[in-house]
Nanobody, 121 residues
């Protein structure tokens, strides 16, 4: 079965950095586009970033553009989210997701369990 396992979350001070990873198994990773979403307490889940199966196309939410970078290594079946200049409002559970098509902000078929990111001094 398909498994997406996030890692790399934690507690970081404002202005700091974290790199999240999403390890995929049970699917042909190079044929799936991938995305990151997040959900803060009391809020709906929101789109953060996405990347096509080749890595040539990416999309970012306005709130993270210029601070976050999505990437993937198809040889390692892993996707990454480099998060720089973190703000307290970035605090959330971060989820990775996979889809066979490429509709960057919706339509994902598989989801991970999430990793907590807390930005606080």
């Amino acid at each position: 079965q398909v498994q997406l396992i996030e890692s790399g979350g934690g507690l970081v001070q404002p202005g700091g950095s974290l790199r999240l990873s999403c390890a995929a198994s049970g699917l042909t990773f190079s044929r799936y586009s991938m995305g990151w979403f997040r959900q803060a307490p009391g809020k709906e889940r929101e789109f953060v970033a996405s990347i096509s199966w080749s890595g040539r196309s990416t999309d970012y939410a306005d709130s993270v553009k210029g601070r976050f970078t999505i990437s993937r290594d198809n040889a390692k079946n892993t996707m990454y989210l480099q998060m720089d200049s973190l703000k307290p409002e970035d605090t959330a559970v971060y989820y990775c997701a996979a889809q066979r098509n490429y509709t960057p902000r919706r339509g994902y078929d598989y989801w991970g369990q999430g990793t907590q990111v807390t930005v606080s001094s």
